[in-house]
Nanobody
Framework: QVQLVESGGGLVQPGGSLRLSCAAS????????MGWYRQAPGKQRELVAT???????NYANSVKGRFTISRDNAKNTVYLQMNSLKPEDTAVYYC??????WGQGTQVTVSS
């Protein structure tokens, strides 16, 4: 029912910035909570950030103060602004919605 497509990943040097986008095939107005996860090689998938329909946000401790999640219902899109990137942020980043909906992932590589 809901298809999610991530974009915006790439290669960036430490201290750089990227903005990820998650475009939904349909309206996300009725979706209470959207989130971003990431998975590094050999690691479990971990929660990065969430945002509710009311705009409340939560972040993993590792990204607090550096990442910002936002939501644009008119564009059916969720964003993740990533600043002050570190090598340990390197991972495939996935968008998710309730009922097991996931995007295909977008690669973020932070390297000098």
């Amino acid at each position: 029912q809901v298809q999610l497509v991530e974009s915006g990943g790439g290669l960036v040097q430490p201290g750089g910035s990227l903005r990820l986008s998650c475009a939904a095939s349909g309206s996300i107005f009725s979706i209470n909570a959207m989130g971003w996860y990431r998975q590094a090689p050999g690691k479990q998938r971990e929660l990065v950030a969430t945002i509710t329909s009311g705009g409340s946000t939560n972040y993993a401790n590792s990204v607090k103060g550096r990442f910002t999640i936002s939501r644009d219902n008119a564009k059916n899109t969720v964003y993740l602004q990533m600043n002050s990137l570190k090598p340990e942020d390197t991972a495939v980043y996935y968008c998710n919605a309730p009922k097991g909906y996931w995007g295909q992932g977008t690669q973020v590589t932070v390297s000098s």
